[in-house]
Antibody, heavy 126, light 107 residues
C-alpha cells in the first residue's frame, strides 16, 4: 500500500527558507524508475508543479521559481525533501508530494502522479 | 511552458446526466495527459492517464479521449459522489502544467 505524507512548519515569515519533508511507504526511491514530485496549490495560481527527484538522483525544477528550489532524498528513511528559499506571501499554498515512476509489468515510465499525500498548508506572513 | 486551457470553469449538472470537460494544450502533447479529481479538503486523485487509460479502481463511468492538443473527460450517469473539481495535467514536457480546474456541482 502506497502512502505519502508531507510535513512542514505551517507558518513562516517572508524571506525565510521553507523546508518540507515527504515521508512515504509502499515503495522505495532507491528502486529503479521511481520518482517523487512536489506540487503546490494556491487559490491564486491553482496547481503548480515544483520539482521531481528520480531514483538515480536526477532532479528537475520548475524554471518559474528559478534558483529558489532544492529537492533531495534520503532513501534509507524513505523521505524526500524540498527547500524553497526567500519565501514570499505569494508562496502561501498547500504543498503536496506525489509519486511517479515506472510500471514494472511493462518497464515503461510514467510521468503522471498516481499517489498523492494529503498536503501540508504553508502560510507566509509577517 | 505548455499552457493548458480547461473549460468550462464551472458546471452544474443533474444526477444521471452526462458531463464533458475539455482541456486544450498550447501545443501537441502526444496524449501525455492525466485527469485528476479533487474533493474539498482532499488531495487530487488520478482518474485517467495517457489521455484515455482508466486508473485502477476508478469507476467505468469516467472516460478520457483526445489527441494532439484537444482532450476531454466524460462522466456518464453523474453520481452525487462525483461532485468535485477536475484538473487536467500535461506531462509531455517539463515543466508539467495543469489546467485551472472545472468545478462540478449538482443542479
Amino acid at each position: 500500500q502506497v502512502t505519502l505524507k508531507e510535513s512542514g512548519p505551517g507558518i513562516l515569515q517572508p524571506s525565510q527558507t521553507l523546508s518540507l519533508t515527504c515521508s512515504f511507504s509502499g515503495f522505495s526511491l532507491s528502486t529503479y524508475g521511481m520518482c517523487v514530485g512536489w506540487i503546490r496549490q494556491s487559490s491564486g495560481k491553482g496547481l503548480e508543479w515544483l520539482a521531481n527527484i528520480w531514483w538515480n538522483d536526477d532532479k528537475y525544477y520548475n524554471p518559474s521559481l528559478k534558483n529558489r528550489l532544492t529537492i533531495s532524498k534520503d532513501t534509507s528513511n524513505n523521505q524526500a525533501f524540498l527547500k524553497i528559499t526567500n519565501m514570499d506571501t505569494a508562496d502561501t499554498a498547500t504543498y503536496y508530494c506525489a509519486r511517479s515512476g515506472m510500471d514494472y509489468s511493462s518497464y515503461i515510465y510514467y510521468w503522471y502522479f498516481d499517489f498523492w499525500g494529503p498536503g501540508t498548508m504553508v502560510t507566509v506572513s509577517s | 511552458d505548455i499552457r493548458m486551457t480547461q473549460s468550462p470553469a464551472s458546471l452544474s449538472a443533474s444526477l444521471g446526466e452526462t458531463v464533458n470537460i475539455e482541456c486544450l494544450a498550447s501545443e501537441d502533447i502526444y496524449s501525455d495527459l492525466a485527469w485528476y479529481q479533487q474533493k474539498p479538503g482532499k488531495s487530487p486523485q488520478l482518474l485517467i492517464y495517457n489521455a484515455n487509460s482508466l486508473q485502477n479502481g476508478v469507476p467505468s463511468r469516467f472516460s478520457g479521449s483526445g489527441s494532439g492538443t484537444q482532450y476531454s473527460l466524460k462522466i456518464n450517469s453523474l453520481q452525487s459522489e462525483d461532485v468535485a473539481t477536475y484538473f487536467c495535467q500535461q506531462y509531455n514536457n517539463y515543466p508539467y502544467t495543469f489546467g485551472a480546474g472545472t468545478k462540478l456541482e449538482l443542479k
